[in-house]
């Protein structure tokens, strides 16, 4: 998506440790017209797959997969993060480590809203390490879900996650793949 | 807004001590064609006061202020939280208790994403003891940001903190109001 890497090009922060922030319209402050378009490409993407579910983990992959879902007719889950042992009850429980912050959580989604019938499309703003689109998808696999497939905002390219994933056969539409960040300098995969 | 009453009667479930459960649409799976419609009723409630920006915390806030935000043409800004001191540079930070865990935290936003330039609504999906609120209250007062008023999806009518700070002058606008919940009979303030 054009649009995406040009506005990465002109917000996006480049910080040691192949950190990214594009807090300006993704993760912080939240650009709802320019995350619209960016989940109306979603829906064309998966337009005719019978997705009729999407999930994500909170937080900052709810507003992109929000305007996804608005667009593709369905309701969003996300899984929520604890850090505590003691979720109540009824719950699918997989754990994560969260790239950024190096901690690890456990991620997780009520029974009642997970389940066998559904088809889901995994929604995230980031893949970097792909630990969390892994957990996300063992979460279906626990609730006997089908991946449709995922979509995602921003791919770091370099850390080859996405690479390795779509090797395993899941399909993931990424709208930008960083190939690379050398100081400022950002490169596109085309 | 008798549609929200009529989802809360139908799928809000009311457990020991004032936690109203309205999983299934609001804040673990969104609905999000009926959110869009919430979101429109705080556009037209808030649609000739100015508001610029629309600034919540997460996570639950943000498919709600998302999609007040649509129709209201404005960006979101969500205030983090975090447990640890160590927030870098740049952010303004209130503490914040919340009132489903207990738990303090920090809240903050990235000056660059608040300014003295902004008029601001504050969404949220739930007012209980008000404590968010006020937390968001006080970031826009850190930043110099004028505060229009707040829209909520439900307030807990019953803990009085949205009539006390109405008392103190701010506007808020509730999409339901809940004067009480006795077991699972719910009523609404008219």
Same mark, same amino acid.
């Given at each position: ?80 993060? %604890? !850090?505590?042992?003691?979720? $109540? /009850?009824? &719950?699918? #429980? ?7 912050? @190096? ?33 996300? %998808? !063992?979460?279906?696999?626990? $609730? /006997?879900? &089908?991946? #449709? ?7 770091? @390219? ?33």
């Amino acid at each position: 998506m054009k649009a995406l890497q040009d506005k990465i090009l002109k917000e996006g922060k480049v910080y040691p440790g192949n950190i990214l922030k594009v807090g300006s319209f993704l993760n912080h402050r939240i650009d709802v017209s320019f995350l619209m378009e960016m989940g109306k490409t979603i829906a064309l993407l998966y337009g005719e797959t019978g997705v009729n579910k999407i999930l994500t983990i909170e937080t900052s992959g709810i507003p992109i997969a929000f305007a996804a879902a608005f667009y593709m007719n369905v309701p969003v889950v996300f899984a929520k993060k %604890s !850090k505590t042992k003691n979720i $109540a /009850g009824e &719950t699918y #429980v997989e754990p994560v480590e969260s790239f950024t912050h @190096g901690e690890v959580y456990d991620a997780f989604v009520s029974k009642e809203f997970l389940t066998a019938d559904d088809r889901v499309l995994i929604v995230d703003d980031f893949l970097a390490n792909g630990k969390a689109l892994v957990c996300l %998808s !063992k979460l279906c696999e626990d $609730a /006997g879900a &089908t991946v #449709v497939g995922a979509a995602i905002a921003i791919e770091k @390219g370099f850390q080859h996650s996405g690479d390795r994933l779509r090797m395993e056969g899941m399909r993931i539409e990424s709208l930008a793949i960083i190939e690379s960040m050398d100081g400022n300098t950002i490169t596109f995969r085309e």
